[in-house]
């Protein structure tokens, strides 16, 4: 079989070394892939959101299945345009990853269900925005409703920084487009917990939970950024919490999308809060997240292409899909300055004997050397019987890799620790 898969970054590369797992895999081409990806794909200079380009290239080389992974391409049709000539893929339609597209649709869709979620408000109007804020309790959150590549959320701890963000999304446009319509909602706490799914618009079966940690910093200081890391399983996740959000959440979200005409086939990402009111959701993803997928995928006992295909068939009921029950840790090197500014193309060394547990998410060859390429370099990963092991693993992998300008957070992993022993 040839095997394509749209997009270039760590999370790509996890599903590309899984898939390469199936014996009947012949070719995987990677559109755009990357440098790190290189070694394990053929990479194509496509670029992900052009998906004309993307389609032609399906036709012309016979693809069997397309694995279309990141957002934009799956928000903007690619699913759609690849089926409309033949090619069978793994991924939603337009119609169905609006979920993750447009906060104000998947926020309606879960006030329409009865899913729990933050409470909240839609505006398309700055001064029905502003004077909202005057009465509702802060801290308060604020989102541009379309994509914002993870960064239109402010969390607002006053209410002038609650009104700057508003002025900033809708009339200064910071996210472009994005900020016409904003979300105003509830500030929850809890722990966060992300779980992605398999569907295939019948039955969803649920992957091994993990953890992110977003922020750049250690101790969770500074700014939010993709990912630094993840652990799985995510401790806070207990089997009780997971029968809970099954029926009050993942079940019920596949039948919204149905009963809605937009049935979701694909992973659905399911950014939880465990709040003292039972879990709620924070968002979904119509898609595998980054760097979650980093530590799902090497627990994945089953194989993976024949799950993805499930999905697409519809014959997912039938279809094992088992985790192992150890640990992983996924540490995520950076260039320092990410998420702001950084420099790149700094040569990378990464030992061979490691190199099947680097993930590169940003990397190019030049003169056959292979240099940093982006603000998230790489993710490592260890797999361990106990969550410790998993943690050391990784960090004595991290020092063995090298670049300079290179930042990490030294605490991924501890709050589960943590968690572990309360
Ligand atoms: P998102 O880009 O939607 O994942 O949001 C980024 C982060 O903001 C989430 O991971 C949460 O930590 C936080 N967040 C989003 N919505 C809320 C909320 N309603 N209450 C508290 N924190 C939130
Ligand atoms: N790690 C969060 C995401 O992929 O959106």
């Known amino acids: ?46 670029g992900a959101k052009d998906i004309e380009a993307i389609v032609k290239f399906a036709v012309d080389n016979g693809i069997d299945y397309a694995v279309v992974a990141p957002d934009d391409p799956l928000v903007l049709g690619c ?103 904003i979300v105003i909602e509830e500030f929850l706490t809890g722990p966060e917990v992300s779980v992605l799914a398999f569907t295939d618009g019948k039955v969803v079966k649920p992957m091994i939970s993990s953890m992110d940690h977003k922020r750049a910093g250690d101790n969770d200081t500074g700014l939010n950024t993709g990912g630094m890391g993840t652990v799985a399983p995510n401790p806070y996740y207990t089997e009780d919490i997971a029968k809970q959000c ?86 995520i090197m950076a260039s320092a300055g990410y998420p702001q500014s950084y420099e790149k193309g700094f040569e990378m060394t990464i030992p061979t004997d490691i190199a099947p547990d680097v993930y590169v998410a940003g990397a190019k060859i030049s003169d056959g050397k292979l240099l940093t390429n982006g603000g998230r370099v790489l993710g490592v990963t260890s797999i361990d019987d106990t969550l410790e092991g998993a943690i050391k693993a990784s960090y004595e992998k991290v020092e063995k890799i090298r670049f300079e300008n290179a930042y990490f957070r030294h605490d991924i992993g501890q709050r589960a620790l943590a968690a572990n022993k309360e």
């Not at 996890?14 to 794909?41: C, F, M, S, T, W």
């Not at 959150?141 to 999304?169: H, N, R, Y």
């Not at 024949?306 to 996924?330: N, P």
């Open 1 to 46: 079989m040839k095997i394509m898969v749209v997009g270039g970054g760590g999370r790509e590369h996890a599903i590309i070394k899984k898939i390469k797992e199936n014996k009947d895999v012949e070719r995987i081409y990677a559109l755009p892939g990357n440098g790190g990806i290189a070694a394990d794909a053929e990479c194509v200079d496509i």
């Open 79 to 181: 699913v759609d345009a690849l089926e409309a000539k033949g090619v069978a893929c793994f991924g939603p339609r337009a119609n169905a990853a609006i979920i993750e597209g447009s906060k104000v649709f998947s926020k309606n869709l879960m006030k329409k269900y009865g899913i729990p979620t933050a409470a909240y408000e839609v505006f398309d109007d700055m001064e029905a925005a502003l004077a909202y804020l005057e009465t509702a309790p802060i801290p308060t959150v604020i989102k541009a409703d379309g994509l914002a590549l993870g960064k239109g959320v402010i969390i607002a701890q006053t209410l002038d920084e609650a009104k700057a963000a508003v002025v900033s999304m809708m009339q200064d446009k910071q996210f472009g487009a994005s900020g016409d319509h």
């Open 246 to 331: 099954t029926e009050t959440i993942f079940k019920p979200t596949i039948d919204a999308m149905n009963a809605e005409g937009r049935t979701f086939k694909g992973c659905l990402y399911f950014g939880l809060m465990l709040t003292p009111n039972g879990p709620k959701v924070i968002e979904y993803n119509c898609r595998f997240g980054d760097p979650e997928t980093q530590v799902v995928l090497p627990l994945l006992e089953s194989d993976l292409l024949t799950v993805m295909m499930a999905t697409t068939k519809g014959t997912l009921d039938a279809t094992e899909v088992k985790f192992s029950d150890k640990h992983a840790c996924c540490v």
